[in-house]
């Protein structure tokens, strides 16, 4: 009875052995058939042509994010112009404060200051295209000889317009 129970026993534990390399050959088979056209895809013609394209040697090779040219954005360009446009003196600073919460609102991706003056954001580093797309609004406004309060209206409109919110309404 004994050795009944061993063979038994032994029977069962190879049975396990061989169920468990079968699992992994099957996980090396899904693995290396992942490997295997990872990087090509079927191209489309107009004519209706079908071409073997290689994805990775089409893929532009460009800087995703680029610190300098930030920076230059930031403080060299749009920081200069607003300094040099908006109004000088402390009867202007709460003025020139309500420009710059929604031009740090829109470049921080819509996060505005809390109550305890918190923003939750940094908006020097935010998105390059956003900061070419104010640079232009603050260039049109300076272009147009407009008042701060045009501006305000401008910058306040791009901020509702991309879904953060309209301060005075809280949304």
Request: charge should be negative; aromatic fraction near 8%; proline fraction near 2%.
């Amino acid at each position: 009875m004994k050795e009944e129970k061993k063979k038994q026993l032994s029977e069962s534990e190879e049975k396990l052995r061989k169920k468990k390399e079968a699992q992994e050959a099957e996980k090396l088979a899904i693995l290396s058939k992942a490997d295997e056209i990872r990087e090509e895809t079927f191209d489309f013609d107009v004519d209706g042509t079908i071409e073997l394209k290689n994805e990775v040697s089409d893929m532009v090779l460009d800087a995703i994010d680029d610190p300098e040219e930030k920076y230059q954005l930031y403080y060299n360009v749009l920081h200069r112009m607003l300094q040099k446009a908006l109004p000088k003196g402390e009867e202007n600073k709460e003025a020139r404060d309500l420009i710059y919460e929604e031009k740090n609102t829109f470049l921080s991706g819509g996060h505005r200051k809390n109550k305890a003056g918190i923003r939750g954001g940094d908006g020097r580093m935010g998105y390059r295209t956003d900061m070419h797309e104010i640079i232009n609004v603050v260039t049109e406004w300076i272009a147009s000889r407009a008042g701060m309060f045009d501006l305000y209206v401008k910058l306040r409109a791009l901020n509702i317009e991309k879904g953060y919110g309209d301060p005075l309404n809280k949304k």
